[in-house]
């Protein structure tokens, strides 16, 4: 591994998250599909940066799934995000999480919305039936988030940036504490 680059594109990626999450935050709203490739390319394809770069890292577990036993039937929705309104309009929003640290794999694995819709599935979802190219059906998966309305907007759309927002702070933190 040539880890000088793979630090660069870390970098980048900081920025690239960084950027388009405040601009969603100023009404540009398509950027999370932006913000669904860098998640992506950061912690779902199979050589990602996060398994490069922190092979050992720990994510917080998603606050919504918690309490949850697997031999327990989940509801039908769950929602793991925090949203603030002014207006009936959302303002902005943050991921929902508890002080369980847990792999980055297993993070992935969690159910998000509901029991079948994993963090996995639907950042790879948003990514690639809607920003790495435009497929011309959703899947399930964006079916299903495209019925839930936060306000005027469709959940995923806020889902997306939560998750960014909770990872961006994630990646500061670390460069910070590592200096890099």
Not at 134 to 150: A, E, G, Q
Request: net charge neutral; aromatic share 8%; charged share 25%.
């Amino acid at each position: 591994m040539n880890k000088s680059k793979a630090l660069d594109d870390f970098k980048s990626l900081i920025e690239i998250l960084e950027n388009n999450i405040n601009l969603f935050m100023k009404g540009k709203t398509s950027t999370y599909r932006t913000v669904s490739v860098q998640l992506r390319m950061l912690m779902c394809d199979k050589d990602s940066l996060s398994q490069r770069l922190f092979p050992s890292a720990k994510l917080h577990r998603i606050s919504s799934i918690a309490n949850n036993s697997p031999e327990l039937e989940m509801p039908a929705l769950q929602l793991p995000i925090q949203l603030r309104f002014d207006g009936g309009k959302v303002i902005d929003c943050d991921l929902s999480v508890d002080d369980v640290l847990i792999s980055i794999k297993e993070w992935l694995e969690q159910p998000l919305l509901t029991q079948h819709i994993t963090v996995r599935e639907f950042i790879e979802s948003v990514c690639d039936k809607e920003s790495k190219h435009s497929d011309p059906d959703f899947n399930d998966t964006l079916n299903f988030t495209k019925n839930i309305k936060f306000g005027r907007d469709e959940s995923r759309k806020w889902l997306m940036i939560a998750l960014g927002k909770y990872i961006l702070n994630i990646l500061k933190n670390t460069v910070e504490y590592n200096n890099l």
